[in-house]
C-alpha cells in the first residue's frame, strides 16, 4: 500500500540547484494522483507559502515557517478518525468531498492565535544577539513576509564546525531572551522564534515542523493524527530545521535526500531511516519512484 501522506521540506529538499524543476513537480502530480496527498513543510515564510500553496498543482497543504502556521485547501471540522484500511482516494484524507475555499483563496491558520507582537520582539533579540557575539546576522529578503518567526541568511558551514556554531548562538539567544528564545537552522536561513506561544492546538512539544502537521491534521479534525502519521506518512527532509520529521516513531518512514550528509552532525540522534542515493529534488524523484512502484515498503506495513 501507499502511504497516504507525503511531507516534504522545499530549500533544497524539492528544489534542484535552489529552484523548482519541471520533472519534480510531474513527480509530485504523479504522487497526487496515485492518492498520495503532498503536503509541503518549510522554513519559507507565510508570504512564500500562499505562493506555493496557490501556485503548484496537486499540493494539498503547505506548512511553514517551521510550524508556525499554515495554509489548507481543507478547511477547519470537528474531531473524526480515519479509517485505515479504508480504500485510498485521491488526494484528500477525507472519504467525504473535502470543504474547498473559493478561488483557491485559502487564509492562513497559526500554531498560536495572537501573533501581534512577536516580530519587533524578534528582531530585537537578532539585535542584540549579533553584538554580543560581532556577528553579521542579515535578514533574508523574504522576511517582511513572515508572520510567526524573525529570520537570517545563513552563513555558518556545514559539518561539526556548524554544529558548534550553532550551539553557541543557540546558548546566546537563550540567555538574551531569559529562556523564551529558540533557533533553528536549515541550509540556507537561520529562524529566531519564542516558545512561549502558549499550546494553543493541543500540540506537546512547542514548534517544529513535525507538530505543525500535527496541528495541521487535528484542525482538519482527525482525532489520533499522531497514528496515523506514524501508520501512513512519509517525511523528506535535507537539514537541521528538519530533525522532528527524523524523529524516531513520528512518521512511517523519514527519509533524507544525499545532501543532507552534510548536516548529519546537526541532526544528533534524528537521523533519517532513509536516505537517496540523488541529491535535493533529484532524491525526491527517487523517492517517489521507489514508493510508486512498491520497491520502497513502510516499515509499519
Known sequence: MLPRYLILDVDDTLTVAGRLHCDVLLSLSRAAAAGIEVILNTGRS??????LHGYLPGIGA???????????????QAPRSIDREAPQAPRSIDREAPVRHAHEEVPAQLLAPDQAEVRPRLLDLRQRVARRLSMAL????DD???????????TLPGGAEGAAALATLRHEVHEQS??????LASSVHIHFYFEDLGDAT???GGRSKANGVLALLRRRGVADPAAVLAADAVAVGDS??????FEPGRFALSAGVRNIE??????????????????????????????????LELPSR
Open 240 to 245: 537541521g530545521n528538519d530533525a522532528s520529521l
Open 262 to 295: 552534510h548536516y548529519l552532525p546537526e541532526l544528533g540522534t534524528s537521523a533519517p531511516t532513509h536516505i537517496t542515493r540523488a541529491a535535493e529534488g533529484l532524491g525526491v524523484i527517487e523517492l517517489i519512484d521507489d514508493l510508486l512502484a512498491g520497491r
Open 46 to 51: 507565510a508570504g512564500w507559502g500562499a505562493a
Open 62 to 76: 503547505v506548512i511553514v515557517e517551521n510550524g508556525g502556521a499554515w495554509f489548507d485547501r481543507e478547511a477547519p
Open 202 to 204: 493541543g500540540t506537546a
Open 138 to 141: 542579515l535578514p533574508t529578503a
Open 144 to 154: 517582511p513576509f513572515r508572520l510567526t518567526d524573525h529570520t537570517v541568511v545563513r
Open 178 to 183: 531569559e529562556g523564551r528564545g529558540r533557533v
